[in-house]
């Protein structure tokens, strides 16, 4: 079992930053792809951006290329998504998850392939 606990939501006006934590505890951190992803009421849950085991490798969703930026620290147990520029649309739950897997340079960009997922925090941007 791997338990995510995510921290750093919060309101922030239009063209702001916020930097989201996501804190691992249970397993090797070291073992797991790992992901944040976002969801608004009524909506299904959508990709923001994901980093690969080793943290070398990095995929982002078009609508936050250039704005966002996942990182990972595998000493720390922890993966980070900094977000500049924040717009209104941005404003959703934000879930950090974890995937179990061999390949230390591939990403994983489907909710489904995910194995663990955190509790999710609120990022409201203001215009």
């Known amino acids: 079992q791997v338990q995510l606990v995510e921290s750093g939501g919060g309101l922030v006006q239009d063209g702001g930053s916020l930097r989201l934590s996501c804190a691992a505890s249970?397993?090797?951190?070291?073992?797991?792809?790992m992901g944040w992803f976002r969801q608004v009421p009524g909506k299904e849950r959508e990709f923001v951006a994901a980093?690969?085991?080793?943290?070398?490798?990095?995929n982002y969703a078009d609508y936050v290329k250039g704005r966002f930026t996942i990182s990972k620290d595998n000493a720390k147990n922890t993966v980070y998504l900094q977000m500049n520029s924040l717009k209104p649309e941005d404003t959703a739950v934000y879930y950090c998850?974890?995937?179990?897997?061999?390949?230390?340079?591939?990403?994983?960009?489907?909710?489904?392939?995910?194995?663990?997922w955190g509790q999710g925090t609120q990022v409201t941007v203001s215009s």
């Open positions: 249970g397993r090797t951190f070291s073992n797991y792809a």
């Open positions: 998850a974890a995937g179990s897997l061999y390949l230390q340079r591939k990403v994983l960009t489907s909710a489904q392939q995910y194995n663990y």
């Open positions: 980093i690969s085991r080793s943290g070398e490798v990095t």
